[in-house]
């Protein structure tokens, strides 16, 4: 069992608290906290589920910080919310099925990919609206199935999910930025609470870890809020590019 010192408490509620701030601005905050918490040496499984049920309270953060924008889009928070509940339920059932050995391959695979999918979001949204027949429509059939996508992507892995709802929303849903962003908060709070239930029941939760974590991201969720009214996203999509490919590259070697 690992025991979390000062200096681990200090890494880990750091880390907590600039990836959830970074979830609210656009996602990929797990790019800093999951390779924090696989510093520390938690295995890669375990550090996953973890991390899922740690950054938790950022998403309630971010949500509650876009209350204001969240008013009126209840029936695309309906519908599109059951679709990602229902790919999150997937995911989470095929990452606890997945032996710890398989998931410790594969994920260096899937940082690089996140990292790839974070750096094109400009041009896989320009040529999603492009391709889109009915733009607007929250019942679209391509926006539910890439929302059920994103949400059992989120409960498998997660980094990058903020990026691809964004993406997929804005695609599909003609809005301001801000209301589609907050309803990207409000539905990966969605997806990543369905899969921490599964995963407290059923994963390897460490549950010290997330005692830090908790507080630390509940922070960074409203303060995620503010900055993404301000900061240049572009700039912090090239530093998390950039991060996520340095973490794959690691994890490969």
Same mark, same amino acid.
Request: neutral net charge.
């Given at each position: 069992m690992i025991?979390?010192?000062?200096?681990?408490?200090?890494?880990?509620?750091? *880390?907590?608290?600039?990836? *959830?701030?970074? =979830?609210?601005?656009?996602?990929?905050?797990?790019?800093?906290?999951?390779p924090? $918490?696989?510093?520390?040496?938690?295995?890669? $499984?375990?550090? =996953?589920?973890t991390n899922t049920v740690g950054l938790l309270t950022g998403y309630v953060g971010n949500s509650?910080?876009?209350?204001?924008?969240?008013?009126?889009? *209840?029936?695309?928070?309906?519908v599109l919310g059951v679709v990602g509940a229902l790919g999150a339920a997937a995911g989470?059932?095929?990452? &606890?099925?997945?032996?710890?050995? $398989?998931?410790?391959?594969i994920i260096p695979w899937v940082v690089l990919a996140s990292s790839a999918m974070l750096g094109l979001q400009p041009l896989l949204g320009g040529w999603i609206s492009r391709s889109r027949v009915t733009p607007g429509d929250h019942r679209s059939p391509l926006l539910i199935a890439g929302l059920f996508g994103g949400g059992l992507y989120g409960a498998?892995?997660?980094?990058g999910l903020?990026?691809?709802?964004? *993406?997929?929303?804005?695609?599909?849903?003609?809005?301001? $930025?801000?209301? &589609? =962003?907050?309803l990207k908060a409000l539905l990966s709070l969605l997806i990543n609470a369905v899969a921490a239930?599964?995963?407290?029941?059923?994963?390897a939760v460490v549950w010290g870890a997330v005692a830090v974590m908790v507080p630390a991201a509940l922070a960074g969720g409203f303060a995620g809020t503010a900055l993404s009214r301000r900061l240049d996203v572009g700039v912090l999509r090239v530093a998390m590019v950039a991060f996520g490919i340095a973490v794959g590259v690691r994890l490969l070697v």
């Open positions: 025991h979390l010192d000062a200096s681990g408490i200090v890494l880990l509620a750091a *880390a907590s608290v600039l990836a *959830a701030a970074i =979830n609210g601005v656009a996602g990929g905050g797990s790019f800093l906290s999951f924090a $918490l696989l510093a520390l040496g938690y295995p890669a $499984l375990s550090a =996953n589920v509650l910080g876009y209350r204001d924008e969240l008013r009126g889009q *209840a029936p695309r928070i309906t989470a059932v095929l990452l &606890i099925i997945t032996s710890p050995a $398989l998931f410790r391959g498998f892995f997660g980094a903020g990026v691809m709802l964004l *993406a997929v929303l804005g695609s599909f849903i003609d809005d301001t $930025l801000q209301r &589609i =962003n907050a239930l599964y995963f407290v029941f059923l994963g």
